[in-house]
T-cell receptor, first 115, second 113 residues
Framework: GQQLNQSPQSMFIQEGEDVSMNCTSSSIFNTWLWYKQDPGEGPVLLIA?????ELTSNGRLTAQFGITRKDSFLNISASIPSDVGIYFCAGQPVNYGGATNKLIFGTGTLLAVQP | NAGVTQTPKFRVLKTGQSMTLLCAQD?????MYWYRQDPGMGLRLIHY???????AKGEVPDGYNVSRLKKQNFLLGLESAAPSQTSVYFC????????????FGNGTRLTVT
């Protein structure tokens, strides 16, 4: 099945550093979502993007829907220890037939923050 | 407001055994989904439901069955478990409007020996 290419696979940073991660696809998407998964829990929605070029912030998090509609970026500024977790991108391709809300997920970026 | 609740949280099965994973949501969502999460694979859709009494296959449906007898519940069944079904299973729900974000449960970790 189709999957999104998410990078990097993992990041080990110092508290206070900024973080950038991205997702790319060979298909055009009409929505991009970013989720965070804490250990032992389910993914929680961070940011949703619905238009090409859209830039949306949620506190220290900022995400952008790429102009080409084939990629998305998530930035975290001034990281703190509680940012630790796995970050997933998800989206729905334009040509994805069938019922709505059948999302394609990226493989995740593991973020570790050292105090 | 509990959101999406999954039971059990952990389970170990022997090959060939059967079990049912339970998912309940209290948000009155029309759509419900079952995903499995494997290392390096992200989340993959097993089955989904767009309303009470209806179900459909996702990306990896083989070896699983589902039922949606009540709007708030979505059950995932394994009739004859195989080691390849060792995974973490997530249930999710969403509103029916297009592109509405998914709300996930906390997962069920299943090991098949």
């Amino acid at each position: 099945g189709q999957q999104l290419n998410q990078s990097p696979q993992s990041m080990f940073i110092q508290e206070g550093e900024d973080v950038s991660m991205n997702c790319t696809s060979s298909s055009i998407f009409n929505t991009w979502l970013w989720y965070k998964q804490d250990p032992g829990e389910g993914p929680v929605l961070l940011i949703a993007l619905y238009k090409a070029g859209e830039l949306t912030s949620n506190g220290r998090l900022t995400a952008q829907f790429g102009i080409t509609r084939k990629d998305s970026f998530l930035n975290i500024s001034a990281s703190i220890p509680s940012d630790v977790g796995i970050y997933f991108c998800a989206g729905q391709p334009v040509n994805y037939g069938g019922a709505t809300n059948k999302l394609i997920f990226g493989t995740g970026t593991l973020l570790a923050v050292q105090p | 407001n509990a959101g999406v609740t999954q039971t059990p949280k952990f389970r170990v099965l022997k090959t060939g055994q059967s079990m049912t994973l339970l998912c309940a949501q209290d948000m009155n969502h029309e759509y419900m989904y079952w995903y499995r999460q494997d290392p390096g694979m992200g989340l993959r859709l097993i089955h989904y439901s767009v309303g009470e009494g209806t179900t459909a296959k996702g990306e990896v449906p083989d070896g699983y069955n589902v039922s949606r007898l009540k709007k708030q519940n979505f059950l995932l069944g394994l009739e004859s478990a195989a080691p390849s079904q060792t995974s973490v299973y997530f249930c999710a729900s969403s509103r029916p409007r297009g592109l509405a974000p998914l709300h996930f449960g906390n997962g069920t970790r299943l090991t098949v020996t």
